[in-house]
Every structure is written in structure tokens, then in C-alpha cells.
């Protein structure tokens, strides 16, 4: 039993696209991808922060020896200049964990071409003399065991 009189016609969508349509379809995607690219960065911000923190040491640190291994590269080849850096690297080391071990502050190793490397005390102990003496041969046992 049907009561209704009229026939109903059947809504049918706009045949012409809307300058908004076309936006909308247009920066859909681009917009999944922002909050796909937003969210990561947000959890890759738990990582990145932290590191952030060490960034001057490490473009200290690391930026010298860098240096000191490309002029060592032009003038003897990648093999020595990485060899003698990394050697150079453990021996001051040696120095850096032996300081800590007495409780001094101490700065990152920082390296120069045809000079060396070093490592600079931020504070001066009480026993200097025994002191110096016990890092500066703490690290040439490191040597020892490197070569």
C-alpha cells in the first residue's frame, strides 16, 4: 500500500564543479601528507632534541678531526690520515678518562693540523704535579695497547 501521492525524485549531485570543490580536492592529499610529516616530526622531536644538546661538542670535536684528516688526506693518502687521527683520537682519550677519574672537568678533544690534539682542563686539581703526571701516563699506556 503505497500513500504517497506525488512521486519523489532522487537528489542528484551539482553536475558543475565548484571553484571550491576543486580546492578541496586539489589540497586534500598535500594536506594527509602535512599531518603524516607533522606527526613524525613530532615523535622524531624526542630524538632530536637531545642531540641538539651535544651539537657544539661534537662540531667541535668532530669538525677538528674532520679537518685535521682532510689536510693529512692531501698530503699522505686517506690511509695514514685516518690511521695517525684515530691514534691520535685514543691517545687523547686516554687522557680525557683519566682526568674524569679524578673528578676534573675537562673541555672535548679538539685537534690541529700538524700541531696535534688536546684536551683542556676546566678546572685545576689540588695536586697538580701528581695529577698531570698520572693522566699524562695513563694515556701513553692507552697508546700502548692501540699500536
Known amino acids: 500500500m503505497n500513500l504517497q501521492t506525488e512521486p519523489i525524485e532522487e537528489y542528484k549531485a ?3 564543479e565548484t571553484a ?14 602535512g599531518v603524516v ?3 613524525f616530526f613530532a615523535k ?20 677538528t678531526m674532520l679537518l685535521m684528516v682532510w689536510v693529512y688526506t692531501q698530503m699522505w693518502g686517506w690511509r695514514f690520515a ?10 687523547e682519550t686516554g687522557h ?5 677519574k679524578f673528578g ?10 700538524f700541531m696535534g690534539a688536546f684536551i683542556a682542563l676546566k678546572d685545576a686539581p689540588g695536586l697538580v704535579i701528581f695529577s698531570t703526571c698520572l ?13
Open 14 to 16: 551539482p553536475s558543475e
Open 20 to 33: 571550491w570543490s576543486r580546492v578541496k580536492k586539489a589540497f586534500g592529499p598535500i594536506a594527509v601528507v
Open 37 to 39: 610529516i607533522a606527526k
Open 44 to 63: 622524531l622531536k624526542f630524538v632530536l632534541l637531545p642531540l641538539l644538546k651535544f651539537f657544539p661538542i661534537l662540531l667541535k670535536s668532530g669538525g
Open 82 to 91: 685516518l690511521g695517525f687521527v684515530l691514534l691520535l683520537l685514543v691517545h
Open 96 to 100: 680525557l678518562l683519566v682526568a674524569k
Open 104 to 113: 676534573l672537568k675537562v673541555g672535548a678533544p679538539v685537534f690541529i693540523p
Open 135 to 147: 693522566i699524562s701516563l695513563r694515556s701513553e699506556c692507552s697508546m700502548a695497547v692501540a699500536s
